[in-house]
């Protein structure tokens, strides 16, 4: 079965620092990548930020500079730390897998559900000001 887990969330201060983890089980594939996304009540799910199988990241212009996203392929798991967090980064927290190419498109696209079946099921981050 295939299956994605999303782990880390909580509450914090703003300024302050959270690591979120996606631990992936269940499928293989030559050519992948793991993307972050969050969805804030009344709000699109947006795309964060992405990492391929080749090392290849992308980050929201929104987070660019206080995230960081890392894969530990031993452990079938991606990361996200999220530094400087700030209010408009609460939100539920998705992982998603996919090919490179469709997680790109993803990322910049309104509804990144249209492009992208495997989902975990969020872990929510609460920043308070």
């Known amino acids: 079965e295939v299956q994605l887990v999303e782990s880390g969330g909580g509450l914090v201060q703003a300024g302050g620092s959270l690591r979120l983890s996606c631990a992936a089980s269940?499928?293989?594939?030559?050519?992948?990548?793991i993307g972050w996304f969050r969805q804030a009540p009344g709000k699109e799910r947006e795309g964060v930020s992405c990492?391929?199988?080749?090392?290849?990241?992308y980050y929201a212009d929104s987070v660019k500079g206080r995230f960081t996203i890392s894969s530990d392929n031993a452990k079938n798991t991606v990361y996200l730390q999220m530094n400087s967090l700030k209010p408009e980064d609460t939100a539920v927290y998705y992982c998603?897998?996919?090919?490179?190419?469709?997680?790109?498109?993803?990322?910049?696209?309104?509804?990144?559900?249209?492009?992208?079946?495997?989902w975990g099921q969020g872990t929510l981050v609460t920043v308070s000001s």
């Open positions: 998603a897998a996919g090919d490179p190419i469709t997680t790109a498109q993803a990322m910049g696209a309104g509804n990144p559900r249209e492009y992208l079946e495997v």
């Open positions: 269940g499928f293989t594939f030559d050519d992948y990548a």
């Open positions: 990492i391929s199988s080749d090392g290849t990241t």
